[in-house]
């Protein structure tokens, strides 16, 4: 038999072995696949970024055609709901129990003011207590405001054109929805999990079972028990992948603008490299529970906060920037939103290529070499 | 292939200032079963892991199959079977899948593969168990299990930590057949163990005491240098005093409760039978019977212990 083939039968009965402990073991496979789908339709449902349906209270003090015409304005999208009309002193009890987020006040003489050619004021107060949300509103209301205007200055000063006119067109989401902003991120976040929580359980599992010292004593090599190890789960993430794209294209119409082989490419790297963080932290506590604390906190927490998949990336102070460049789901989410958004293709994504790549590599080699040396 | 199975000169091992394995020199035959005994702690699975590879010596040499551990430790794995102290198969799996896992790990495949595992459960008496989890075994079937997957590759060379460590007698005795089996068929058995009366099984026996070899021989050699004495088995009523008396006299080493009787420890040439028996009805005995013993192994590594942690024994 030459060394080829002896590596082949040895890395296939490693991987072969793995294969049987992840079927025989319905948990495994029911969390690796069952929980991206309930995870994405969660998070595509429920955490929506969208600013619709916006309660809203109106404050008319000037009870006019052209006040009655603002509020109309705000309310007519599907953006503002009004709850409630109000006077001025009820707003505040309003924010406070949460039946209104914002609130329209049209104060007294707005027509008037209108009538004469002065610049008729009105006043939005919004609850700044979720601050994402109140600058979303902000924008929103911003927006009504000046067509408003628009409207008003073409009645009252003829077909004369604005002086400036920004004609606003949103790319690649023009419906501004959040699912397909966030599940490209939702991918990341996901292959994270499966692929560093389940390396990093099943090496430290045989640390702990005292069978990682059989194979060091049978001729298995330290590559074959981590190709054996890997491939599988390898395996499992591409199905993973290809679950949360079918998932999102079937139910948040998510598109797919670019290939899905780049997809692949690119989603292998990262998992790759995810496969080898797992690795490395199983070879360096070797013991489950411990793992599974280092996986979550070195995976989840920084796949979610610093991938860009939630918060800007462009938004953070520098420290948490730089941070952001060692995290691998950062490379994934802009490619995926690249690909599949955009339809970009590996002329302007080779840098997320060579980002995720870098990773993995550090991650296995750190792994390996970790691994070999408490073998003395 | 000529020489040793197992060679080792001076193999040192130490952990920071600790001396594991201290200077330990021995050499095992092929076909030989070799035990090797100690108490808990004193470097035996130490040694063991120094000669599979797993562990590298600090000083002095180790060959193992012809080949040099710190060197060749590839080649060596090759060469052998090991059954670790912690017991290693994956419980969650069925027997015939832990086979076919080992198998591959040792480069076996496809048909050739199926046929020797299936060669090995009829081997340690679990033909027709292939589809049963391994996990719902009774302890001495799995233990028979894990030498199957130890003896899959057919190793010249057989390592047992510790083999029978948590299982039932009859087992241990079954276990003990069938090392006997592999051993008149060629393979080398080097098998340690905490359990005395197992080590009668094997041809020679090495004892280590703080990780030093102190004693390398056969089991009869062993008793005869060790336990020069003759021990006497005494059963009888009303011993009691006669015993008290009896540890007072020359040439009485040690007298020691055993059941209802006595084990004696006593000088051949001063010490009869008769004289025993006599001493002891003069002394409040009734229904005295005394007949001579055979030394255990007990007792040669109780005086092994005995002498070699002695003050003047040090080093």
Redesign the interface.
């Known amino acids: 038999?030459t060394r080829a083939s002896?590596f082949l039968?040895?890395t296939?009965?490693?991987a072969?072995?793995e294969t049987?402990?992840v079927r025989?073991?319905p948990r495994t496979v029911w969390l690796a696949l069952g929980m991206p789908v309930l995870l994405l339709v969660l998070f595509g449902y429920g955490v929506s970024m969208d600013v619709e349906r916006v309660p809203l209270a109106i404050v008319d003090d000037d009870r006019t055609a052209e006040s009655r015409e603002l509020a109309r304005a705000f309310t007519a999208g599907h953006e503002f709901v009004e709850v409630a009309d109000v006077d001025v002193s009820q707003v505040e009890p309003l924010f406070r129990r949460n039946e209104a987020l914002a609130a329209l006040v049209v104060p007294r003489r707005y027509a008037e003011r209108l009538a004469r050619g002065e610049s008729g004021r009105a006043q939005l107060l919004v609850d700044g207590g979720d601050a994402a949300t109140a600058v979303r509103i902000l924008g929103k209301a911003d927006a009504i405001a000046r067509a408003t205007s628009l409207d008003l200055a073409r009645r009252t000063l003829g077909p004369a054109r604005p002086p400036l006119e920004a004609r606003v067109w949103t790319r690649y989401n023009p419906t501004e929805r959040s699912a397909i902003f966030l599940v490209p991120g939702l991918a990341a976040y996901l292959l994270a999990i499966g692929a560093v929580m389940l390396t990093a359980l099943t090496v430290a599992g045989e640390w702990e079972?005292?069978?990682m010292?059989?194979?060091?004593?049978?001729?298995?090599g330290r590559l074959e028990i981590v190709l054996g190890k890997l491939l599988p789960y390898l395996a499992l993430g591409f199905v993973q992948l290809l679950l949360v794209l079918a998932v999102g294209t079937a139910i948040f119409d998510v598109p797919v603008r670019g290939s899905v082989l780049l997809v692949f490419v690119l989603g292998g790297t990262f998992l790759v490299g995810m496969l080898g963080q797992g690795l490395l932290i199983s070879v360096v506590t070797r013991n489950q529970l411990v793992a599974t604390q280092a996986a979550t906190l070195s995976s989840l927490l920084p796949s979610v906060l610093l991938s860009g998949m939630i918060f800007p990336i462009e938004n953070m102070p520098w420290a948490l920037r730089a941070m952001s460049y060692v995290i691998p789901a950062r490379y994934l989410v802009h490619a995926l939103r690249g690909i599949l958004l955009k339809g970009n293709g590996l002329a302007t994504l080779w840098p997320d290529l060579v980002g995720l790549a870098a990773f993995a590599a550090v991650a296995l080699a750190l792994a390996t070499a970790r691994f070999r040396r408490r073998?003395? | 292939m000529n020489g040793a199975a197992i060679e080792t000169v001076d193999l040192t091992r130490r952990f920071g200032r600790f001396v594991a394995v201290d200077r330990v020199s021995f050499s095992v035959e092929r076909g030989e079963i070799f035990g090797y005994l100690g108490a808990n702690g004193a470097g035996k699975s130490t040694t063991i892991r120094m000669l599979i590879g797993l562990l590298a010596p600090s000083a002095g040499e180790a060959r193992v199959a012809g080949h040099d551990v710190r060197t060749a430790p590839e080649q060596v794995k090759r060469a052998i079977g090991y059954m670790s102290q912690k017991f290693s198969l994956y419980l969650d799996l069925p027997v015939r899948e832990n086979l076919l896992f080992f198998g591959g790990a040792y480069g076996l495949e496809g048909a050739a593969l199926a046929a020797r595992a299936a060669e090995v459960l009829e081997v340690v008496g679990l033909a027709g168990h292939d589809a049963e989890v391994t996990g719902a075994l009774p302890g001495g079937t799995r233990q028979r299990l894990a030498l199957a997957c130890a003896i899959l590759h057919r190793p010249e060379i057989l390592f047992l930590d510790e083999p029978t460590a948590g299982v039932d007698p009859i087992a241990r005795r079954e276990f003990w057949t069938l090392i006997r089996r592999l051993a008149s068929e060629g393979t080398t058995v080097f098998v340690t163990t905490h359990y005395l009366d197992e080590a009668e099984h094997c041809r020679r026996i090495g004892l280590m005491v703080d990780g030093r070899l102190v004693a390398l021989d056969t089991p009869a050699a062993l008793k005869a240098t060790w336990v020069p004495e003759q021990v006497l088995a005494v059963r009888g009523r009303a011993l009691a005093e006669g015993a008290r008396a009896m540890a007072q006299e020359r040439g009485v080493v040690a007298v020691e409760p055993f059941g209802a009787g006595l084990h004696l420890r006593v000088d051949r040439a001063t010490w009869s039978a008769a004289r025993v028996k006599e001493f002891l009805a003069a002394r409040g005995a009734a229904d005295v019977r005394v007949e001579p013993s055979a030394p255990s192994l007990e007792d040669v590594f109780l005086a092994v212990v005995g002498s070699s942690t002695a003050p003047e024994a040090k080093p």
Do not use: I, N, T
């Open positions: 038999m002896r039968v040895r296939g009965a490693m072969a072995k049987v402990h025989r073991d079972r005292g069978s010292e059989q194979l060091f004593a049978s001729p298995v073998v003395a």
